[in-house]
């Protein structure tokens, strides 16, 4: 069974560029979250999917954004990128939303801001 | 607002010692608990869970405690080994509520 895949692995923005990452979850999984991890802050919750409806939402600026499609695959999308954008962003698929859900993470896009 | 806070940033044990991480959470909701592991350039990987109507759960080298009323959990690892040297992530969740994590521990078991 293929885990979750992200891409890009690795790239490189400028400020005030914009940036689309993408995650294909486990096959047959409906629930996409997004983390940005940086260090000494841990992973940060930006938001998750399910279903193709935002069902949460962490406290991130507009600039962040996401979506997912009818085949549970999701898009974030990080617009007018600022430096302190720089991150891991890892997605995370899950089976479904029952409370006590384990996520399959992504190995994450490394996105650097110059 | 960290609601999942890991307050030690690093450990160092030695090998066959054990090795305890914690974890303290704000929100008395949570009512679930886990522990992610994550190596250098790879996503986090579930290790252990635990329900807030237990206190402990075992799982070979592994076992979580939760002190409810302390709002306190850790982990333990015994023995400890080389290979378990990662970052360990404590995260906490409740109903259909997104998951939040711990800004993380980084263990290193020196042979």
């Known amino acids: 069974k293929a885990g979750v895949t992200q891409t890009p692995r690795y790239l490189i923005k400028t400020r005030g560029q914009q940036v689309t990452l993408s995650c294909s979850p486990i096959?047959?999984?409906?629930?996409v979250s997004w983390y940005q991890q940086t260090p000494g802050q841990g992973l940060q919750f930006l938001f998750e999917y399910f279903s193709e409806t935002q069902r949460n939402k962490g406290n991130f600026p507009g600039r962040f954004s996401g979506r997912q499609f009818s085949n549970s695959r999701s898009e974030m999308n990080v617009s007018t990128l600022e430096l302190g954008d720089s991150a891991l962003y890892l997605c995370?698929?899950?089976?479904?939303?029952?409370?006590?859900?384990?996520?399959?993470f992504g190995e994450g896009s490394r996105l650097t801001v110059l | 607002d960290q609601q999942v806070k890991q307050n030690s940033p690093s450990l160092s044990v030695q090998e066959g010692r054990i090795s305890i991480l914690n974890c303290d959470y704000t929100?008395?909701?949570?009512?679930?608990f886990l522990w992610y592991k994550k190596y250098p350039a790879e996503g986090p990987t579930f290790l252990i869970s635990?329900?807030?109507?237990?206190d402990k759960n075992e799982d070979g080298r592994f076992t979580v405690f939760l002190n409810k009323s302390a709002k306190h959990l850790s982990l333990h690892i015994v023995p400890s080994q080389p290979g378990d040297s990662a970052v360990y992530f404590c995260a906490a969740t409740y109903n259909n509520n997104d998951m939040r994590f711990g800004a993380g521990t980084r263990l290193t078991v020196k042979p």
């Open positions: 929100n008395s909701m949570f009512d679930y």
């Open positions: 995370a698929s899950s089976l479904t939303q029952t409370p006590h859900r384990e996520l399959f």
């Open positions: 096959s047959g999984h409906r629930s």
């Open positions: 635990i329900s807030s109507i237990k």
